[in-house]
T-cell receptor, first 114, second 117 residues
Framework: GESVGLHLPTLSVQEGDNSIINCAYS??????FIWYKQESGKGPQFIID?????DKRQGQRVTVLLNKTVKHLSLQIAATQPGDSAVYFC?????????????FGKGTHLIIQP | GAVVSQHPSWVICKSGTSVKIECRSL??????MFWYRQFPKQSLMLMAT?????????EQGVEKDKFLINHASLTLSTLTVTSAHPEDSSFYIC?????????????FGPGTRLLVL
């Protein structure tokens, strides 16, 4: 079946640097995309979302880019901090996050080095 | 912001027993809640969609008679793992949709760690 996947399972960056986490999706009908952060032993924490009618959305220190042509989603984190260390998941929904369960990617473990 | 809680946060039980997990939306009403399962070092997998006042919708491969879901109110959904076995040991996470102002973000609970001996 169709799925959402990630390119890199582990990403290590220096504290203060910017990080980019990538995600590929295969469902062309996907309309809504979300990035979640999950710390060990905790539930996913919402970071930022984007709809398919947009190609960029910015939040505090984070930016999500959507390229529908190549079905690619990315999360950029500026000036990474130790607290950014976690597993990051992209998720997608063809109907929107309210009416439909989410399909999650495999996750990228972001490691912030001092 | 929207807060979702789960109880218990962890549970250890003997094989063959049943375990109930509660999911509550604390500061909003949730018509729909979702249940996910996450095995170690893996991603979240949707198990079922819980609708207030109606039967849950289960994903393919999820046994509805084993994972009983009840959504009796707009703030509470329960997942009961019946006759649990060691292979049911996992991290169970619920989510709820706030559903206002066209914002369809799903907010997740802290998860329940289940260990079946």
């Amino acid at each position: 079946g169709e799925s959402v996947g990630l390119h890199l399972p582990t990403l290590s960056v220096q504290e203060g640097d910017n990080s980019i986490i990538n995600c590929a999706y295969s469902n062309s009908a996907s309309d809504y995309f979300i990035w979640y952060k999950q710390e060990s032993g905790k539930g996913p924490q919402f970071i930022i979302d984007i709809r398919s009618n947009m190609d960029k959305r910015q939040g505090q220190r984070v930016t999500v880019l959507l390229n529908k042509t190549v079905k690619h989603l990315s999360l950029q984190i500026a000036a990474t901090q130790p607290g950014d260390s976690a597993v990051y998941f992209c998720a997608e929904s063809p109907l929107g996050g309210g009416a439909d369960g989410l399909t999650f990617g495999k996750g990228t473990h972001l490691i912030i080095q001092p | 912001g929207a807060v979702v809680s789960q109880h218990p946060s962890w549970v250890i039980c003997k094989s063959g027993t049943s375990v109930k997990i509660e999911c509550r939306s604390l500061d909003f009403q949730a018509t729909t809640m979702f249940w996910y399962r996450q095995f170690p070092k893996q991603s979240l997998m949707l198990m079922a969609t819980s609708n207030e006042g109606s039967k849950a919708t289960y994903e393919q491969g999820v046994e509805k008679d084993k994972f009983l879901i009840n959504h009796a109110s707009l703030t509470l959904s329960t997942l009961t793992v019946t006759s649990a076995h060691p292979e049911d040991s996992s991290f169970y996470i619920c989510s709820a949709n706030e559903g206002r102002l066209l914002r369809e973000t799903q907010y997740f609970g802290p998860g329940t760690r289940l260990l079946v001996l």
